[in-house]
């Protein structure tokens, strides 16, 4: 096995589990279990016999190294794990074990209940992440910054109302989780080549009463090479994996020496540098863009696992094995990693407000353009406050003297007691943040 450097900075151990090897052959099992009882359900064996198959569909009947030892020859792990579950029976209970079944049903309902689990635990972790954000959002609805675009100043914001927009993007990032995982739980049970023809007239009721069994949901067609369901709950991961990374790049942006707005939690050694005694650097940022970038390639594999023809994929399906829960691990490290840094974010106000200060107050050349625009009209004002601007840039001036310089002495008279500040100059920042929160709580 590879060394992953990566998932020990901050690997998700509950989602490791649900994608261990332990797990995948305990679900291979549980669903040979599970189909037993389903064939007794349906009158295809007695209660009794479905029973004793499936008391067999035991952990410590398998011997792991035989099982892959021998699937290394036949490709697929199922038929050396029946042959190992049979060897457990009477030659009369065995005769019937995985019977009507084929390997990929009995690997994809294992794989649904892995996609089931995988998405509850991403919710989870979106909705503590969410929490940590909103936490920042209350306590900074009225932090005021500069607002950037293009990496420059614009116009005046909030840290509120910047983290407010994450926090509505983790919203829709969980409903897509929520309703991806809703069509990614569903049994397979269809046969060789989705027909169910082993099964003749008992396959419907076989189908019906394994997914009962397992708490899936029914599948009304075979989707052995339909796997739109996995993808879109992969993509679903990929997305809030990348909301967690536009997170990360913000906190490495405001971090910055010459910027300085927030840092990550400080402690002694923490981003610290082997030869650069001043160095802290941001740490989980870095964590959360390695496993978030993992989360989205592995997702985009998954779309060529959607080019799987005919009736059983010709190598596609092995995609899955490494993409899907290459995908899920990282995705679920993102948001655990992301969580505990909004939790710990050391946030510097006063350096906000400093920085708007910082081109010689030109971040204010919105407000003064619309101030003039009563007066003036919006394409002179604009004219009239770019070319203050530029005398600003030229001559070093606050923007505010520049302005005075450019226009006439009576409209100066006017404007300058009625020009705005950062704090005045914020829309509607406070209401947004309040109607980010209350959606998000609302929700949750």
């Known amino acids: 096995m590879a060394f992953d450097l990566l998932g020990k900075l901050g690997e998700d151990g509950v989602m490791g589990a649900v994608f ?75 005769a019937w074990v995985h019977y009507g079944a084929t390997t990929q049903d009995i690997m994809d309902c294992a794989l649904a209940l892995q996609l089931r689990d995988a998405a509850d635990r991403l919710v989870v972790l979106a909705g503590q992440f969410g929490d940590a954000i909103a936490t920042l959002v209350e306590r900074h609805a009225d932090s005021v910054m500069p607002g950037r675009t293009h990496a ?58 394994l997914a009962a069994h397992l708490g899936l949901a029914d599948a009304n067609l075979p989707w052995h090479v339909a796997r739109d369901r996995v993808a879109e709950l992969t993509n679903a991961a990929a997305l809030v994996a990348g909301t967690c990374v536009r997170f990360a790049r913000e906190v490495v942006d405001l971090s910055r020496t010459e910027v300085g707005e927030v840092s990550e939690a400080t402690g002694k050694y923490r981003g610290a540098s082997s030869t650069m005694p001043q160095k802290s650097n941001p740490i989980s940022a870095e964590a959360i863009i390695g496993f978030g970038v993992v989360a989205q390639n592995s997702a985009n594999a998954m779309l060529r696992a959607l080019e799987a023809g005919h009736e059983r994929a010709a190598g596609e399906w092995q995609i899955e094995w490494r993409a899907v829960p290459d995908c899920l691990i990282a995705a679920a490290s993102a948001l655990d990693v992301a969580r505990e840094a909004a939790e710990h974010l050391l946030v510097f106000p006063d350096r906000m407000r400093a920085n708007l200060a910082r081109d010689g107050g030109r971040i204010m050349a ?12 919006r394409d002179v004002a604009h004219e009239s406050v770019y070319e203050a601007v530029l005398l600003s840039r030229a001559d070093d001036l606050p923007l505010s003297e520049a302005l005075r310089r450019s226009v006439s002495p009576e409209l100066w008279d006017r404007i300058a007691t009625v020009l705005p500040e950062p704090d005045t100059y914020l829309g509607n920042a406070t209401e947004l943040c309040a109607a980010a929160l209350s959606t998000w709580r609302t929700r949750a």
């Open 152 to 209: 420059q100043q614009a116009v005046p914001t909030t840290f509120g109302l910047k983290l407010a927009v994450y926090l509505d993007q983790l919203g829709r990032d969980r409903a897509r989780l929520e309703s991806a995982k809703t069509r990614a739980a569903v049994v397979s049970s269809y046969g060789a080549g989705g027909t169910s023809a082993a099964l003749g007239d008992n396959g419907p009721k076989v189908r019906t009463a």
């Open 366 to 377: 919105e407000a003064y353009m619309i101030t003039l625009a009563d007066h003036l009209g």
């Open 20 to 94: 261990s090897e332990e797990r995948a052959v305990a679900d291979w099992l549980a669903v040979e279990a599970a189909f037993a009882r389903a064939l007794a359900d349906a009158g295809v064996i007695d209660q009794a016999r479905g029973e004793r198959i499936a008391a067999a569909c035991r952990l410590d009947v398998i011997d792991r190294e035989r099982l892959w030892k021998e699937t290394r020859n036949v490709g697929y792990p199922i038929l050396p794990l029946v042959k190992q579950i049979v060897g457990a029976l009477s030659d009369d209970d065995a």
